[in-house]
């Protein structure tokens, strides 16, 4: 499975970006078949899952991110986006996209190999 994430960069707080994730199935996770998830990590801190699409295309954020970012997906594509809207320098990331498997209330990602992930940079 590869996972391609695009669209990140620099941009003054309040601003917008859009994230894509290409993603490539396997006979173990065909993409329209699976939740995805967009991820972000920052200096010094954990990954962290801030939004979740389901099949279904039912959606879920973050707290952090609730109201600003809109998730969705385009299953003819493989691909998984994210809307940034009214950024904040507490944004600021690599941001990842994954395969989710969900377990007893909660989403992980299913896979190890998480591609090398799209900067986003938020500047006050």
């Known amino acids: 499975v590869q996972l391609q994430a695009s669209g990140g960069g620099l941009v003054q707080a309040g601003g917008s970006l859009r994230l894509s994730c290409a993603a490539s199935g396997s006979m173990f996770s065909v993409f329209s078949l699976n939740a995805m998830g967009w991820y972000r990590q920052a200096p010094g801190k954990q990954r962290e899952l801030v939004a979740t699409i389901t099949s279904g295309g039912s959606t879920n954020y973050a707290d952090s991110v609730k109201g600003r970012f809109t998730i969705s997906r385009d299953n003819a594509k493989n691909t998984v986006y994210l809307q940034m809207n009214s950024l904040k320098p507490e944004d600021t990331a690599v941001y990842y996209c994954?395969?989710?498997?969900?377990?007893?209330?909660?989403?992980?990602?299913?896979?190890?190999?998480w591609g090398q992930g799209t900067q986003v940079t938020v500047s006050s």
């Open positions: 994954n395969y989710l498997r969900y377990y007893s209330g909660n989403y992980y990602a299913r896979f190890d190999s």
